[in-house]
């Protein structure tokens, strides 16, 4: 295809899909836009640096063919003022992966930010934004090496959608009056109205990318962060459609928490990963507080736009945080700051964004080798206090140097040798001793565990027996003792009978049906005193809902289904335990 300003290189290959997977040739060609304002400075800087290290990492039997592709400023000059001109949209599309500079929307009605441009044009559903903290690197926390962690933020729904109608417009005042008089919502007059979509499709796709992610680097776990707790067909729903995805996708692989203490008594099984879920404003607490017990974050738009920044703050700031916004296989990698226009042209920032940027980039084409060949020779250049101006005030020493300065540093470095393995074999060595630390803690303390990591019960799944004690209709009341006594249970449940009706016998009934009627317990059979059918509630039942259920009913307890298939029992005394445990006041709640 003829293309009216983009020219693909006459070298190298296309990177590919086949059979739903990303095929990266020795020589592919990757589309990369300069960017605006101080884009053209750090771009030709992390051009060179990624250069270097594919170089040394292969020894030049692999190189990246460079296409460059037009956005923003760049782009409105060369296409009569559109900053993102159809081919460029197209071309992205074309060459699977690229990487962009910052980038400038302009000022005035009608334009719309070009980063949300790609992302509704390319449906570029996950926003991938990797927090970890390089020694050396300037930080207000007294350990920010604990923090490492890959945040999924969903791109496309939740309040970002648009979907708003401006106080006093004739749009607004149909949207209110809808609401008001057919939904019998209340809220002021003349308020601003926003629409909050979230559907099981966006959440799913979102969260299976996350624990796909999570599989294919080892890590432990992926936390769902939501406030379900409030907003309970939202953001709630995200939670459900993610423990979903985990329980009916990836069985074999995962474990929620409850299943973590519950069954496992803390002890990470080989091989698994653990599901778990934090409500945002405790995930806030928690990522200044315990950083180390999170891996991936899967997060609805909102709370991962927030969380991305106040994270990155901690390990050094915007300027060295990366980012990219991924499709199903079509991934743009970014510079997550702005454009900084007064810096612009004067070889003076921090490329670290971009850079890191272009290793995420790396890690995606499966080329892990020059990838950790620049993750592990930066922080040895900080090290050495050779920084740009905004670390350069905070490092006492430092020898301030330019953007291509830095570059020069760094690629010195690369080109001088590395032993790849060693440093790989101490990181790995230092994860496990890291991971076997915390699997103690959860061992020697879990109830303290649970507490210090922001764990808080808020369904029935989370409290309820999982392991179901049962016996059959056929057999006696007798037996049936025997099982409550052994299992130091106060009831057992009734497996199904021909109508396929679960049903249950506690102590209670024993007492009224057997002992107070004279009744030979050896002699009657389960089924004549078993109470049918069971009141059974989903898994994703909120506490509160499910108490308010047994005091409305006057019973003692719930059985908890999943999928038409009963998974455990929680009783008036689990949500007693948990609130002597875990508190119940409201300020944990809202």
Known sequence: MEYRHIKIPTTGEKITIQNGKVVVPDQPIVGYVEGDGIGPDITKAC???????????????????????YLGEKAAG?????????????????????????????????????????????????????????????????????????????????????????????????????????????????????????????????????????????????????????MKFTEGAFRNWGYEVAREEFGNVTITEEQLYGEYKGKQPEGKIVIKDRIADIMFQMMLLRPDEFDVLATPNLNGDYLSDAIAAEVGGMGIAPGANIADHVAVFEATHGTAPKYANLNKVNPGSLLFSGVMMLEYMGWQEAADLITLV????????????????????????????????????????????????????????????????????PMEEMLDTGRVPHTVADLMTRTLITVTDNETVEEAMHVMTENDVSSVVVEPNAAGEWGIITRRDIIAKI????????????????????????????????????????????????????????????????????????????
């Open 47 to 69: 051009l060179r640096i990624w250069d270097a290290a594919v170089a040394k990492a292969y020894g030049g039997k692999r190189k990246i063919h460079w296409c460059e592709t």
């Open 78 to 230: 060369l296409y009569d003022g559109n900053y993102c001109p159809d081919e460029t949209l197209k071309v992205l599309q074309d060459l699977v992966v690229s990487i962009k500079g910052p980038l400038t929307t302009p000022v005035g009605g009608g334009f719309r930010s070009l980063n949300v441009a790609l992302r509704q044009d390319l449906d570029l559903y996950a926003c991938v934004r990797p927090v970890r903290h390089y020694a050396g690197v300037p930080s207000p926390l007294k350990t920010p090496g604990k923090v490492d962690v890959v945040i999924f933020r969903e791109n496309t729904e939740d309040v970002y959608a648009g979907i708003e109608y401006k106080s006093g417009t004739p749009e607004n005042e149909k949207v209110a009056k809808f609401l008001k008089e057919e939904m019998k919502a209340k809220f002021f007059e003349g308020a601003g109205i926003g629409i909050k979509p979230i559907s099981s499709f966006g959440s799913k796709r979102l969260v299976r990318k996350a624990i796909q992610y999570a599989i294919d680097n080892g890590r432990e776990s992926v936390t769902l962060v939501h406030k379900g707790n409030i």
């Open 515 to 590: 002992v107070r009627a004279g009744k030979s317990p050896s002699a009657t059979k389960v089924k004549d005193v078993a109470t049918r059918p069971l009141k059974s509630v989903p898994a994703e039942t909120l506490i509160q809902e499910a108490a308010a259920m047994l005091a409305d009913h006057n019973f003692s307890r719930l059985t908890v289904e999943q999928g038409g298939k009963i998974i455990g029992i929680v009783t008036e005394t689990d949500i007693v335990k948990a609130v002597e445990k875990f508190g119940w006041g409201l300020d944990q709640a809202i």
């Open 378 to 445: 930066y922080p040895e250049v900080i090290g050495d206090g050779i920084v740009t101006y905004d670390f350069a005030r905070q490092i006492e020493g430092a020898t301030e140097v330019g953007t291509s300065q830095f570059a020069d540093a760094l690629i010195e470095r690369i080109q001088g040798g590395v032993d790849l393995e060693a440093k790989r074999k101490a990181q790995a060595e230092q994860l496990v001793k890291e991971r076997k630390q915390r699997e103690i803690r959860r061992l020697l303390q």
